[in-house]
């Protein structure tokens, strides 16, 4: 059976004055399914990249060139709607491009950094061109459940090779000092950037997985039981990724859109057991025990011979604005090194000791430094990524709030041109959630899902920002399009 023709439930209920995508030559559909594979495939695989002149060219960016070529090629360019959210993001990249130019202090470097942020638009845009009927919407979130499932999949296998054969595939170490000792605590990372990004990353696929499960075509036993499955899959993803933010944020995403269905009737409550609470929590008894499995590494600190300051890792990497992706540590090389407990302990015990550790000393310290920033320029700010050419690689290199990482780079002119482009996103999405739940179509749900996922990943980045990153813009396309194709079918049912 092809892969086109297993994803038809999710659009059954299209109506779009298109041909049939049933009598559509198998080769059409794959032509219009292969781009949302490859878009999706891209940005969640962030980690990859080809080193260029000293760029580092992400699997993202190159995805996004050509899938770009295949959208001219093709002719889906001709159709496409230029709005407020496009002139906003246009004016936004023009904004960081003007203060790198005046303000920053390596101009150049700036520069490159907002043609960066350029592609990542520039997906946006992909997503918005390759998502015009509603069955592209429907078939662009079961893409982007099946491969997220994947990815939360590589991380449970990497957790295992960790734990049983001490393996350091996809895994990262944070160290952390501890007295006389440092900490290297294991990360897993999968794919994806960094272990925060890849915890922030499953929230939205778990979310979309939940509300596609509600879909009323959704709810044959096969079909049940592999979003069951899915989920499972990825709340242990979401457990072993150690992200205490996520560990927060997961858990009042997943009760949020539980108790949204059971208000509008999507969810009876008969069925909370089996497709709430069941695949939810094995998930987390999964992730729980592969966690504790994995084992933090401790290493003594070795004083220096010659006077200079003892040599330890530091929590705060640099972002994805500035390079390669994290490097993981091989703590196991180093003499005197020894396990010292599981990896969730620590983890666990960082909510209770949170101002005592260096990720949340290290954040704060940034923070105070950007706001003294912006406050220096606070119109126009100081240029793309230029608090690493500010304060020096020693002050954290990068911003890890939203706000206050755009309000740095593009002051309060590209803060307000970005939260508009937000707000005039947010406000057609909220407007088809508020109509009745019985005249619900596929693309309802699926943007019942973006929408809590949008509204987790805001949260999660107060933290660790991600809009570096190819996932976040996609994620924001789809967000956009959903949007604008349920405001289609309002009409249509006002007009009934």
């Not at 003007?98 to 920053?104: H, L, N, Q």
């Amino acid at each position: 059976m092809s892969l086109p023709r297993t994803l038809a439930w999710a659009a059954l209920d299209d109506r779009d004055p298109l041909m049939s995508r049933a009598r559509r030559p198998l080769s059409t559909a794959l032509l219009s399914l292969l781009p949302l594979v490859l878009l999706v495939a891209a940005v969640s695989a962030d980690r990859f990249g080809v080193r260029w002149h000293g760029i580092n060219l992400r699997l993202e960016l190159i995805a996004a060139v050509v899938l770009a070529l295949w959208a001219v090629v093709t002719w889906r360019i001709v159709p496409v709607r230029i709005g407020l959210i496009e002139y906003c993001l246009a004016g936004w990249l023009a904004v960081g491009a003007f203060s790198s130019i005046v303000f920053s202090p390596a101009p150049r470097e700036s520069l490159r950094l907002t043609l960066v942020l350029v592609g990542m638009v520039a997906l946006y845009g992909l997503a918005v061109v390759f998502v015009r009927t509603r069955a592209d919407l429907a078939r662009a979130a079961l893409v982007w459940l099946g491969v997220g499932t994947v990815v939360a999949a590589i991380g449970i296998v990497e957790a295992i090779a960790y734990a049983l054969f001490d393996s350091h595939v996809g895994i990262a170490f944070d160290g952390t000092a501890a007295g006389n000792v440092v900490e290297f605590a294991p990360r897993v990372t999968s794919t994806m950037w960094e272990a925060n990004i890849f915890a922030s990353y499953l929230v939205t696929v778990w979310a979309l997985a939940f509300a596609l499960s509600r879909v009323p075509a959704a709810r044959t036993p096969g079909r049940k039981w592999a979003l069951r499955i899915a989920m499972g899959i990825i709340v242990a993803g979401i457990v072993i990724s150690t992200t205490r933010v996520v560990w927060v944020v997961a858990p009042l995403l997943m009760l949020s859109m539980m108790a949204f269905a059971l208000q509008r009737g999507l969810l009876a409550r008969r069925k909370l057991l089996a497709d709430f609470f069941n695949p939810n929590l094995a998930g987390i008894a999964a992730g729980l025990a592969l966690a504790t499995a994995m084992s933090v590494v401790a290493c003594p600190v070795i004083a220096p011979s010659s006077g200079g300051p003892s040599s330890v890792a530091s929590s705060v990497t640099s972002g994805p604005s500035s390079g390669p992706p994290p490097a993981a540590a091989t703590p196991f090389g180093g003499p005197g090194c020894y396990k010292s407990g599981s990896v969730f302990m620590q983890h666990a015990r960082g909510f209770f000791h949170a101002s005592s550790t260096s990720s949340f000393t290290g954040r704060l310290a940034i923070a105070k430094l950007a706001i003294q920033g912006w406050l220096h320029r606070p119109v126009f700010g100081n240029g793309t990524g230029s608090y690493l050419f500010i304060f020096g690689a020693m002050a954290g290199g990068w911003i890890g709030n939203l706000e206050l990482h755009v309000l740095f780079d593009t002051g309060i002119v590209g803060f307000l041109l970005l939260l508009l482009a937000l707000v005039a996103a947010g406000r057609p999405a909220t407007r088809a959630l508020r109509s009745a739940a019985v005249a619900w179509e596929t693309t309802h749900y699926v943007l019942f899902g973006l929408v809590a996922a949008s509204l987790a990943l805001i949260v999660t980045y107060q933290f660790t920002d991600g809009s570096w990153l190819g996932f976040t813009w996609v994620f924001f396309g789809m967000l956009v399009a959903a949007g604008r194709l349920t405001r289609g079918i309002g009409q249509r049912l006002r007009s009934a």
